[in-house]
């Protein structure tokens, strides 16, 4: 581990490349390789592990948040001592809120900080692949294209040579998480449920339908037939299944928002007939939710305490 002064005077391209290398340095008995030698999408912890896990749902671009959940229940310190890990659900970038949508430094600023948590923590910071973790023309929202937007300001606000080390970010990270305690993902199982092999080899050529599923399904609402991209509880069922967990164990993912179906919180446990599964977010400007696992697979819902930010933030210029 770099101490905070040798960190400090890296440029960005050489952090980024840093994370890179620490991303293909995971552990093989986590991280297993896939059939072309390359490390697979597959994050898997051994079940001895005892440490806590605090997982962060999708922050699109709330750094706030972000500080305010390292800084709580003294996270920070337990990622130090090895006595936790974190893991990101995705779609760290992004802001959604009406009217800030085009707005891309807070997307940069966030990335910086996960990337210096990673190159910090190598072995105990994770980051899953959302799917707005990309610089896709074809990603959007409300007509404005946040994938092409976000390309374009890390294109002036770094270059090409980062855009293109960014990309090479995204196309390392991990995509599905099997713990003891629950299963973790972006956006949801896939339909059938995906084996433990398929899942480390999702970034094969063949298997691009399985990364969308795993990056882009959202729960069936309507409880009509489902489209392909939708899911159910029979999914979650199968999901388990297919990986041979416990029928109770839970699945953790981001993505997908359930608001218009209420609460002014952001974590949705059980929605719509679904069991032991709980949708993340971790966006919120006055309520930063997450979740924990310590010694068993049932989650505590915490919130950080959104009041402390005034404090000199413990990571200097993070
Ligand atoms: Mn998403």
Redesign the pocket.
Known sequence: MLDYYSYGELTHHQKVQLAIRNLLSIDLSIRPLNSNNRPGGLLEFPEDDEREVIIVG?LHANKQNLKAILMDSQNLYKLKRNEAIMIFL??AVHDERVGHLQEMDTSIEIMDIIIHLINDYPENVFYLL???DTFSSRLGKSGIKQGLIYYNAVLQARGKEYVNLMQTFYNTLPVFVIHKYFLAV??GPVRGGIYRDEIINVRNATSTHLLRQL??NRLNETRSSPSKKEYGPENLDEQRKSLGCPPDLPIIV???PMWKWGTDDSVWIDILDSKNHVILYSNLVDKCTYLTFKNSAKYQVRHANLKQQKQRFLLGEM
Do not use: M
Request: aromatic share 8%; net charge negative.
């Open positions: 999708d995705g779609d959302g799917n707005h972006h956006a990056t882009w981001g993505h997908n």
